[in-house]
Nanobody, 121 residues
């Protein structure tokens, strides 16, 4: 069974940095897009950054210049480096992957359980 396992969330002071890691576990042959969404208090889930299978990336305007997304296709991981964090970045960050081909699935979309990020002094 394929799962997305996140790590790296936690408490950080305003202006600080944090790195999130997501790894796809299980027998995975390929993944389409892989990246991160977040849900901040009182808001809908929104895309933060995506790394496409072709190598291009998408980054939301509200984090542009403050995040870097990297992907290791062989290790099936995606990381999100965030810097200059502010309290508005507080929320739960979810790993996302689509068009997953595995031993049992031809076109699977998955979400991780989420990792909380709190930006506070």
């Amino acid at each position: 069974q394929v799962q997305l396992v996140e790590s790296g969330g936690g408490l950080v002071q305003p202006g600080g940095s944090l790195e999130l890691l997501c790894k796809a576990s299980g027998t995975v042959f390929s993944i389409g897009s892989m990246g991160w969404y977040r849900q901040t208090p009182g808001n809908e889930r929104e895309m933060v950054a995506l790394f496409m299978s072709g190598g291009s990336t998408k980054t939301a305007g509200f984090v542009k210049g403050r995040v870097t997304i990297n992907r290791d296709f062989a290790q099936k991981t995606v990381t999100l480096e965030m810097k200059n964090l502010n309290p508005d970045d507080t929320g739960v960050y979810y790993c996302y992957a689509d068009h997953i081909i595995s031993m049992t699935d031809r076109d699977l979309t998955l979400w991780g359980r989420g990792t909380p990020v709190t930006v506070s002094s």
